[in-house]
């Protein structure tokens, strides 16, 4: 929390040097010197309320919980019309994690002085942590009406518009701050995970830069540089900055996930793999670390054909992530499939003809995750005409801000659309779908791959837009979900039953589609495609509606950021090793073998 203003003095300048000795010692984090400045002012003036709230932080900076709140207290007691007492009261309570007591704290500081920028700001952050997003808005705006160049309110305001997914108000935020005060590494940090996390690579990479360039300690800055150059395909820059993340943090679950995945021959390697599956294998380790470094343990086995070993290892990472996360909620993701299919019928689209605009740039790419959505991208991508978006979160908020008060369910977002508010959502997404294309791209691609999910909004906001919809062999794709480290909100992913009955739902919910969508729709088998390149590239594109240019057969040349677990894949020529590859497993995950053993792979 801030606490530029907690430690000045209250009126008299002759308080000034407390002060000054108080934070040089604090500086060089030598407790006992900051205390003893104190404990000498106390001896002059016993009930100095300065010196007793300045001790406050002291003690709990020196983790003496019982001296703090004692010391605290005292402050408040002696000067109890200084809202400064109480807002460094309150930030005693918030190390100590007290939240009710630290918001009732700030809460009196601002009561007292309605213009103390800090008290407003720490209320909102303390707000922040008990998740009352509304007053923690209302709270740290009004810190920045007080003071208007305060870096750590935007970054926290960010943080939380970031929570509210109102994206662009929270990089607005991130810029601020960057703005506001030059020096802050933390503001260009979080500044570049969110453009990073919106496609803008390679400004998110000079940002990371910049930050380590003020802060070189600092490890979310090399681990956010370090998935950057990832995305840039510069795989030797990403294992050094993860080497830096663990030779400075050496627990860091997600920086050695990532280094065991890429990592082939380094002379740490044999030290931080023993590392790994000591923490996988112990019960001590939280489960979600245990599921990151697990899955990376799982990637650096694969590579090296040791399928038991990998086996193994996404075995407890997945059973880790299940115990966090949750199973797979069959029954509610059978009434969703059942309420698009029961809804969303040829009667339904042709009454709503005149919804959405007339543009035919939007492509969606739709499938189940890791079943070629993101090679069909890159073969697209790589025409002169075309471009690439990545996976966009946009439809689905829209989707999900579109619906009624009275409705919650995302799925019916489309039902909610008429003539005038769906074209409102369609210019929107285009902003965001053209945000990073190339002016006079005649086609632009969405590849998230469970849009197939809203198919219908995204019908009738673009009633001429196309559709590609990628498949592959069930047990190939479910044991290549299985294996990667998805979003723990992806519950589907961690079990086989569940990655079987989740493909099946899709499947039942994409035959719906090709019967009432009214749109086209183009199918891409990934089998097909590896084992014929040529032939599958030039149907994408003669579907697309453009001229073939023979570029898209060099797809893995084309110098662009790729976001997503296929990006190592897709940086080379076409291969087939991927066909088939359960069968190197299925001595060693027979439960993947029977969940999917009903499968068949017929074509439509």
């Known amino acids: 929390m801030s606490g530029s203003s907690t430690c000045g003095p209250i009126s008299q300048e002759s308080r000034q040097p407390l002060l000054k000795a108080v934070m040089i010692a604090l500086e060089g984090k030598d407790w006992l010197a900051a205390k003893q400045v104190c404990q000498e002012r106390l001896n002059v003036v016993p009930d100095d309320p300065d010196a007793h709230r300045y001790l406050g932080q002291i003690y709990s900076l020196w983790g003496k919980r019982e001296s703090a709140l004692q010391s605290a207290t005292q402050a408040t007691a002696l000067a109890p019309e200084d809202s400064r007492t109480w807002s460094d009261l309150g930030r005693v309570h918030v190390r100590l994690r007290q939240w009710a007591l630290a918001i009732q704290s700030f809460a009196r500081a601002v009561d007292l002085d309605p213009h103390h920028a800090d008290g407003w700001h720490n209320l909102g952050t303390a707000l922040k942590q008990i998740g009352d997003a509304e007053r923690a808005f209302v709270a740290l ?10 870096a750590e309110t935007y970054i926290t305001l960010g943080n939380l518009l970031v929570d509210a997914e109102q994206l662009d108000e929270a990089v607005q935020c991130f810029e601020f701050a960057a703005a506001n005060d030059p020096t802050l590494a933390k503001a260009r940090s979080r500044l570049a995970h969110e453009l990073s996390h919106r496609g803008q690579v390679v400004r998110a990479e ?5 930050s380590l360039g003020m802060d070189p300690e600092n490890v979310h800055s090399w681990f956010g540089l370090g998935r950057t150059l990832e995305d840039l395909g510069q795989a030797e820059a990403a294992l050094g900055c993860y080497r830096n993340v663990l030779r400075r943090q050496s627990g860091h679950g997600m ?24 923490a996988v294998e112990q019960d001590a380790t939280p489960d979600e670390a245990k599921a990151l470094v697990g899955y990376g343990l799982a990637k650096y086995y694969d590579r090296r054909k040791q ?5 193994q290892a996404g ?62 991208e890159q073969i697209l991508a790589a025409h002169p005409q075309l471009h690439g978006a990545g996976e966009l979160p946009d439809l689905s908020r829209l989707a999900i801000r ?12 489309a039902a909610a659309l008429n003539d005038m508010n769906s074209r409102a959502h369609a210019h929107e997404y285009l902003d965001a779908l053209r945000a990073s294309a190339p002016p006079g791209c005649l086609r632009i691609s969405d590849k998230q791959p469970l849009n197939f999910f809203q198919l219908a909004f995204a019908a009738l906001s673009f009633p001429n837009a196309r559709v590609i919809h990628c498949r592959r062999d069930a047990r190939d794709n479910a044991l290549s979900i299985w294996m990667e480290n998805f979003n723990p909100d992806q519950r589907y992913a961690t079990d086989f039953d569940d990655l079987a009955f989740f493909t099946a739902q899709e499947r039942r919910l994409m035959a719906h589609w090709y ?53 190592w894949q897709v940086r080379q020529p076409i291969y087939t090793g991927s066909v088939g590859r359960w069968r190197q497993y299925a001595d060693y995950l027979p439960e993947l073998v029977t969940a999917f053993a009903d499968f068949c792979e017929e074509p439509r």
């Open 141 to 150: 705006k009004q810190a920045l009406l007080i003071d208007p160049t305060r």
């Open 515 to 567: 019967d009432v969508l009214p749109l086209k729709i183009l199918d891409m088998r990934y089998e097909e495609t590896v084992a014929d390149l040529e032939g599958q590239a030039r149907q994408l594109i003669e579907f697309l509606g453009v001229p073939w240019d023979p570029q898209c057969l060099d797809f893995h040349k084309h110098d662009r950021a790729v976001q997503t677990p296929s990006r």
């Open 402 to 413: 579109s619906l009624p008060a009275d409705k919650n369910a995302p799925w019916q977002a």
């Open 307 to 311: 399928y038991a070993e990998a086996a």
């Open 255 to 278: 920086a050695l996930g990532h280094y065991l995945a890429l990592v082939k021959n380094d002379a740490e390697e044999t030290k931080w793999v023993a590392s790994a599956r000591i």
């Open 206 to 210: 000079s940002l990371f830069r910049q």
């Open 315 to 376: 075995t407890r990472a997945n059973a880790a992530r299940r115990r966090k996360a949750g199973p797979l909620d069959r029954t509610a993701l059978t009434e969703r499939v059942d309420g698009i299919i029961d809804t969303y019928t040829q009667e339904f689209f042709a009454a709503r003809r005149f919804c959405g605009i007339g543009t035919d740039q939007p492509v969606f790419i739709v499938g189940l995750p890791r079943s070629g959505t993101t090679l069909t």
